[in-house]
């Protein structure tokens, strides 16, 4: 695989969506189930459907998080079928501890430990011929992040454990206090830019509490992250950002990756009030479409739940509970609400049976406000 093709792959597993539209959105009623091996959680009847079938059609032999439900034919340069994204996996294990379910965390971790931990890092996909040689930086310090909540949650252990792996993601994705992208273990080598969503601030925060060297590392990727704002009048972020040239990306608009990095940004306290507005107003003039040019005008109309959901978790962040109700009832019109259907529960298209991972978990943090 060359480095070209590492890249590129990372960027196209991490952020698939479905955008098949569901039936319309129902009234969401509160109720208690009991989780595996752990505390009854207070689950509302939409979330509590789309987790039993997660954690019932979606979970390999080895415990990992399918990325789709359909068996689809192996490619090579993009996770399928039953193939495990760390990125899956860190989602799941953050699901897990935000709502104190252990068995499902270390049940979720074992995953991890077992099959993609190399020793090196955290690889961001296994498949059929094993774990892959390349990392992505939001992955890593996703599981790590979920790690540290564990520890506070469940006990120091896995403290322990995340500062080992992040002690490990400095080594591999860290030079002169600039985060990189990814590793690949098999060159030693990392891409020349940062994708502005992967900047996950609230937890290099964490880590900078615990490991000095990441302070340098926060106010330098903190600032690189509010460098990205395109404009008051689109209130977004670009993609990325190129350390070898110095400037921005200035192709179009993914509303997955620009919600995300306001997501990142309104974790700690940064994210624009024009951003929010802009993404509120969006919501109540319809819809927030899958892709945008610079100039604020929608490239199709495609809609995601994981858009959808990433609004709902920052409102959440915001203290704005009418965005909060709004995304939510947005993102419930693309879930299967037929019992009669195959994927009832998931937030998938309905005829074709496609579906994502990645919506499905996390819809579950939208609906459970896990940060």
Known sequence: MNMRKAITLIILTCFLSACGAGPDSQPRTGETTPA?????????????????????????????????????PHQRDYATGGEVLSESMGLIMLYA?????????????????????????????????????????????RIIRALILAGDAFGQGYLDTAYDYADRLYQTNIRNGRVYDMYDERYHKRNERITLCYLDLSTIKLLADHDDRWAEVYEGMLDIALGGYISDEVPLFAASYSYDSGAYSDGDINMIEAALTALNLAKVGECPQQTIRYLKQSIENGAIYGTYSHDGIERNTMESTAV???????????????????????????????????????????????????????????YGRVR
């Open 308 to 366: 959808y959901a990433i609004c709902a978790l920052l409102a959440a962040e915001a203290g704005d509970e009418e965005m909060y109700a709004m995304s939510i009832n947005r993102m419930d019109a693309f879930q299967v609400m037929d019992e009669e259907n195959e994927v009832y529960g998931a937030f998938a298209d309905p005829v074709s049976l496609d579906l994502y991972s990645y919506d499905n978990l996390m819809a579950l943090l939208a």
């Open 97 to 141: 501890v935000g709502n104190g379910d252990e068995g499902l965390f270390q049940r979720s971790f074992a995953f991890v430990r077992e099959y993609l931990d190399t020793g090196t890092i955290l690889s961001y996909r296994y498949g059929e011929d094993g774990p892959y040689h390349v990392n992505a930086f939001v992955d890593d310090i």
């Open 36 to 72: 595996a091996d752990g505390p009854a959680l207070s689950l509302t009847k939409r979330e509590t459907l789309c987790r039993d079938f997660v954690l019932d059609k979606m979970v390999t032999t080895e415990g990992g998080i399918r990325t789709n439900y359909l068996d689809k």
